[in-house]
């Protein structure tokens, strides 16, 4: 049994010769070969992978700047509705206070026309008894009462006219 | 019965015929040398067209499966300890791990011979991995530096006579591990193997035969598992102590 722990020299050489050739030949026409492959394979699939990756980069950019720009639109937006919204209610405040003020200075003005009719009213109506109390003067002096009766009457009439001419201002 | 004349024929080699010597040493034609022969021409005829197939682009079940065991060995035993540089090495190492791969395995084979059962083997095999470490040491740092890395730094100098065949006999101590470790693990499954058939013999009864074959049937799953556990672990220890060699720790 002590063979069993005894290296045989020449074993040991044909062992390296073995394994030399192996490593030679595999190397050269099997690993060389499947690993290329499989290197190249990674490669691609890391290529893949970082592209993906990229891609997916500039889609989640490009849907932020997207969601931006609405969120923009919408800010504009409500400001000019809010400025409309203004504008409207000052037009508004700016017509009322117009017609207001129409109606004050058309009422006014009616008013101003009734007085001035009044007046030439009472100023026709003044004309009208004068000519009337002629008349009427005129009517009893033809009567031919005495002088002095007429005179007293006429002087009488015209006081009387004065004091209801004074009367009606 | 003689155990030990069934043992040894078990175990050790035989020589069909030796070619003459020359300064000493004959190369023999044996069971084992054939075994290595077999093995290395399986691994020709199984990897080459893989590869080649691999080149082609075409990818099957076969190319798929070699890949997945050459990426186990690149990303968990070469890449790890070798670093990057070790892609370099990398066929050495998965030409190394299927290589004691399929001689463990052959030792399964009815007729066949476990090769590195044989400690001639297991030795050469040993010193080729001491070899790839001197080599691949001397190579990633040049040969004065590795020799002047061999040894820690910050030693004092009177210590440098001492430590320096020390860390040399280290290096030797850890290739010959790799070559017991290896031959070891092979031949004792075949002995516990031989000794439960010898069982049978040894009580010179029938009832004990259901009990031994069923406990060789046993190691015998157990071996075809430490046959791969020993060609990981060969080629582990290889590319750690390869490792060290290249990138010496400061």
Request: glycine share 6%; aromatic share 8%; charged share 20%.
């Amino acid at each position: 049994m002590e063979k069993l722990l005894n290296p045989d020299t020449g074993l040991m050489i044909w062992t390296v010769l073995t394994f030399a050739v192996l490593v030679f030949v595999l190397g050269r026409f099997a690993w060389k070969p499947l690993l290329e492959s499989l290197a190249a394979r990674e490669d691609r699939i890391r290529a893949d992978v970082k592209a993906a990756e990229e891609a997916r980069l500039a889609a989640e950019k490009m849907r932020n700047d997207y969601q931006d720009q609405l969120a923009a639109v919408e800010g504009k937006t409500r400001e000019l509705i809010a400025r409309a919204q203004a504008e409207a209610d000052r037009l508004r405040e700016d017509m009322v206070k117009t017609a207001q003020g129409e109606s004050v200075k058309l009422m006014e003005k009616t008013r101003r026309q009734m007085e001035e009719e009044q007046r030439r009213l009472v100023r026709e109506l003044r004309t009208e008894v004068a000519d009337l109390s002629v008349a009427a003067a005129e009517k009893l002096l033809r009567q031919a009462v005495d002088k002095s009766v007429k005179e007293k009457f006429v002087r009488q009439a015209l006081s009387d006219f004065d004091k209801m001419s004074k009367d009606i201002h | 019965m003689n155990f030990t004349e069934i043992l040894e024929h078990h175990l050790l080699d035989h020589a069909y015929f030796r070619l003459p010597a020359v300064a000493g040493v004959s190369l023999p034609v044996s069971k084992h040398v054939v075994m290595l022969w077999i093995a290395g021409a399986l691994a020709v005829l199984f990897f080459v067209p893989v590869g080649l197939a691999a080149r082609a682009g075409r990818r099957n079940t076969v190319v798929g499966m070699v890949e997945a065991v050459a990426v186990f060995v690149r990303d968990e035993i070469v890449l790890p300890n070798l670093g990057e540089d070790g892609r370099r090495y990398l066929p050495y190492f998965l030409s190394l791990f299927f290589f004691i791969l399929f001689c463990n395995l052959l030792g399964m084979v009815p007729f066949g011979a476990t090769a590195t059962g044989n400690i001639a083997v297991t030795a050469a095999l040993a010193l080729t991995t001491f070899a790839m470490i001197n080599l691949a040491g001397m190579r990633a740092q040049g040969v004065g530096p590795y020799v002047k890395n061999l040894v820690p730094h910050g030693l004092p100098v009177w210590l440098l006579p001492l430590m320096f065949p020390i860390e040399i006999l280290g290096l030797v101590t850890k290739s010959f591990a790799l070559c017991i470790r290896l031959f070891a693990n092979m031949i004792a499954g075949h002995i516990v193997i031989l000794a439960f058939m010898a069982l049978i013999f040894l009580f010179g009864s029938v009832l004990v035969a259901p009990v031994s074959v069923a406990a060789a049937v046993g190691m015998d799953l157990l071996e075809i598992f430490v046959a791969f556990l020993q060609a990981y672990i060969f080629t582990l220890l290889s590319a750690i102590f390869i490792g060290a060699a290249v990138h010496p720790q400061h």
